[in-house]
């Protein structure tokens, strides 16, 4: 499967964006998703993670009552509305999958066969 994320870009600290990420390929697969990001000379680190049916997600604590991480309909889009942003929140943030289904989301980015592109999040203050 191959992921493309994108929606990233400049915002004023307090403002929101929407992150996209569309999966292409065997989509017909289940997929739990994930959002990951890395801030400069950072290790990458887990922000969101949906499972396949939506019915569970997880957040790092830093994001948690900001951002939402939710599914479309079809399945093969995830997205990442990120409210409140600070300027601790600048980033590359990068979407991944891992073949699963049901009720299971995953935190750690080995868990992950799957990444996109990565787009890039800058809050200025």
């Known amino acids: 499967v191959q992921l493309q994320a994108s929606g990233g870009g400049l915002v004023q600290a307090g403002g929101s964006l929407r992150l996209s990420c569309a999966a292409s390929?065997?989509?017909?697969?289940?997929?739990?998703m994930g959002w990951f990001r890395q801030a400069p000379v950072k290790e990458r680190e887990f922000v969101a993670a949906i499972s396949w049916n939506a019915y569970s997600t997880y957040y790092a604590d830093s994001v948690k009552g900001r951002f939402t991480i939710s599914r479309g309909t079809a399945k093969n889009t995830v997205y990442l509305r990120m409210s409140s942003l600070r300027p601790e929140d600048t980033a590359v943030y990068y979407c991944?999958?891992?073949?699963?289904?049901?009720?299971?989301?995953?935190?750690?980015?080995?868990?992950?066969?799957?990444w996109g592109q990565g787009t890039q999040v800058t809050v200025s203050s």
């Open positions: 991944a999958a891992v073949l699963s289904g049901g009720n299971y989301y995953y935190t750690s980015e080995h868990d992950y066969a799957y």
């Open positions: 390929g065997r989509t017909s697969s289940n997929y739990a």
